[in-house]
């Protein structure tokens, strides 16, 4: 494989927040979590949500959300139907994963 000349650089980045089984947070789902975290993203960052090519999501227990979290995650926080999603389920290494597939496509000219 030969490289494009893309140089991924992470700009800025958020959390999802966390509690104990059970704890305040309990009735919100991934989505409800993930969806202000894409929109402060993109409005921090001044960023026209139209150039979002594609949003990629690590999500460890995925029971009971429906299809494709990061899809409903970046309807909610406003984007565009025509950005793409992937939801990556790595276990603990999830987030890691996300980071490094949007590296992957990043440097092979494909977003």
């Known amino acids: 494989m030969t490289s494009n000349g893309n140089e991924t650089v992470i700009v800025d980045g958020l959390r999802t927040p966390f509690c104990k089984l059970g704890g305040g947070l309990s009735g919100l789902s991934a989505v409800d ?23 990629i999501i690590g999500q460890v227990v995925q029971a009971g959300c429906g299809q494709i979290p990061s899809r409903q995650a970046l309807l909610k926080a406003g984007l565009p139907n ?15 994963r996300a980071v490094s597939l949007a590296d992957l496509r990043i440097k092979a000219g494909d977003g």
């Open 33 to 55: 979590l993930a969806a202000p975290l894409l929109k402060t993203l993109v409005e921090r960052n001044k960023v026209d949500g139209a150039i979002v090519d594609e949003v």
């Open 82 to 96: 025509t950005c793409e999603s992937t939801t990556v389920n790595k276990v603990c290494a999830s987030g890691m």
